[in-house]
């Protein structure tokens, strides 16, 4: 089952945001704990990722919901699991059994689903890659601007223990998203490359989702949206996108800019608009399905679905708007020198 002779076909759909589907669940502190960590010293609430340990069928519940409504690709609960990201709960020494574990929920939705319905078009499991809550480019003293937090081969070596766990779970694509500091990314892509060279098997495509933060159109760590992607053409996605930060309306012009400068495949997923003052996401369905058929129509987009604030139901809207529309051809670039 390969996932590029599906994008030559049609426009993929990627589900939807995991956290706010969560939230909908008014999960209490046992609840995250269950049986297993139930003695656990610090309060675990709010770390989605291992509930795909403690509340496995919460999560393979979410991405049949995801699937029903048309997606095409299901990401991994694995946004923070790292050893990095879970050294906030000190439990840095699950991160391998994370990974395994929300794979394997994902996978066992998509068997479900396509045993529920027979004659479906194919469904593919991406692992999920979060930016990690260190960064590399950009000091976290700001009366230290040289000082870093972390370093690049503990970032190689934390995204290593990820894709090991993901691929070991079965994921069929690896998907490094949500990046606002291209240097963390770059660590990523390395740890997938040095994955399959040591363990001699054939590379898993990768998909690329980067972070635009602001009305300036760049990352945090100060990059165009040209910039970005030169950086990280050398490890060959399959896609590279944008998604988060910025709701559809504010997320077209760059994706317009990027049909036009990508040699690859292309994606995006937007929130549901800005949040409010609340921190609430309030775009409708039939909004951001709008924004993104027009996307769509003008030929931006080979992969489409949402990040922060969309749901089974913003899915299925856009499913059903992108359903008859081309997919982007990939364009011929000249080169330059």
């Known amino acids: ?3 590029r002779k599906e994008l030559e076909k049609r426009i993929l759909v990627i589900d939807g945001a995991m956290g706010t589907m969560i939230q909908r669940h008014k999960l ?22 291992m509930l795909c340990i403690t509340q496995p069928e919460i999560i393979k519940g979410i991405h049949k919901q995801y699937l029903a409504a048309g997606a095409d690709i299901i990401e991994t609960n694995t946004f923070s699991s790292t050893v990095i990201a879970m050294a906030d709960y000190d439990m840095q020494s699950f991160a391998y059994e994370l990974n395994v574990a929300a794979a394997t929920c994902a996978r066992e939705a998509v068997a479900e689903f396509l045993a529920e319905n027979p004659g479906a078009a194919p469904k593919f499991v991406a692992g999920a890659i979060g930016p990690l809550n260190k960064t590399l480019s950009l000091s976290p003293d700001v009366n230290n601007p040289g000082f870093r937090a972390v370093t690049f081969d503990e970032v190689v070596e934390a995204y290593y ?9 079965g994921v069929d694509v690896i998907l490094i998203e949500t990046i606002f500091d291209t240097l963390n990314a770059k660590g990523a892509i390395f740890a997938v490359k040095k994955y399959f060279r040591d363990v001699n098997k054939p590379e898993l495509p990768v998909m690329i989702s980067g972070t635009i933060t602001d009305a300036s159109g760049r990352t945090l760590s100060g990059q165009t949206l040209e910039a970005f992607y030169t950086s990280v053409m050398h490890a060959k996605p399959i896609s590279v996108g944008l998604n988060c930060a910025l709701g559809a309306s504010e997320m077209r012009s760059h994706i317009e800019e990027l049909s036009q400068i990508a040699a690859c495949y292309t994606s995006a997923y937007p929130n549901a608009g800005l949040p409010n003052a609340m921190g609430e996401y309030d775009e409708e369905p039939h909004q951001t399905a709008h924004f993104i058929e027009e996307w769509a129509k003008q030929g931006f987009v080979n992969i489409v679905g949402g990040c922060c604030g969309t749901t089974p139901d913003h899915i ?7 359903r008859n529309i081309e997919p ?6 000249e080169a330059a020198l």
């Open 316 to 322: 299925k809207h856009i499913a059903e708007q992108v």
């Open 1 to 3: 089952m390969d996932i």
């Open 161 to 169: 223990e990820q894709i090991k766990g993901l691929v070991d779970g």
């Open 28 to 49: 209490t502190e046992a609840d995250y704990r269950g049986e297993r960590f139930k003695d656990w010293h610090l309060d675990v609430k709010g770390n989605n990722d």
């Open 328 to 333: 982007r051809q990939l364009p011929v670039l």
